[in-house]
């Protein structure tokens, strides 16, 4: 028997769909279809759930950004959940449409760094943002060190944003952190910060594989050196169990 909370969390789930769709105009029955295909980055084609989906909604919902433009989009975790992702239109968005919003202000270091692996140009050591409100008398200061968010090329060779548009990457840093300082802003991510968390699931899940290899190595040498020396505890020769079933079969015998 379906209980009223599960009548209301379906209620719920349904004016969620309407309320969006009829925001962007679209077809309600074609919108889940249409964004799984759209705002998600799959992970070896893995099917995503109507659960992923509708939490990717709440939260798009919740900083009233467009998932059809990608102002948000997700990749699905491991525990089938997702990682929402806003890319930096739509933290620039979120951030100028918040009613205490009064403005911003960079600030660079003198000192400039250019021997990190890959990059290309010399940029700021640091970067600060100042983010100011308009309920408060002082400003929030953020600083990001180059050196500490730098993102190295994948492949040897290749060029990433981070070795072509380095001191934009860490201006990026910088006013996204201040943001979330500022205003609040919780349960989404940039991209830079989302890849690096699925690439960290993904080493942590290789790094667990090996550990079961190695375990697994180990007791198979551990079994194969314990059988050795039961052998020679009964002056068996290594061969015993099988010259036994081999003058079995010359005999003609069966075990009948």
Known sequence: MQTALEDVTRADKVSLVKRIAHRYG???KKMLATLKATAFRQRDGQDITNEQMMALLVVADQYKLNPFTREIYAFPDKNLGIVPIVGVDGWSRIINSHPQFDGMEFRYSEDTVDNLPG???????????IMYRKDRDKPVT?????????????????SGPWQTHTRRMLRHKAMIQAARL????VGIYEPDEAERIIEGEVIHEEQQMEKVKQKT??????LSKEAEEAADDFGLPEDYGHEDVKNNRDDGSDDE
């Open 142 to 158: 953020v600083r990001e060190y180059l050196d500490e968010v730098y993102r190295a090329p994948f492949k040897q060779g290749m």
């Open 217 to 222: 190595e180990a007791l198979k040498k551990k």
């Open 182 to 185: 500022a205003f609040g802003f």
């Open 26 to 28: 679209v077809d309600e």
């Open 119 to 129: 990059q290309q140009r010399p940029a700021p050591e640091w970067i600060e943002c």
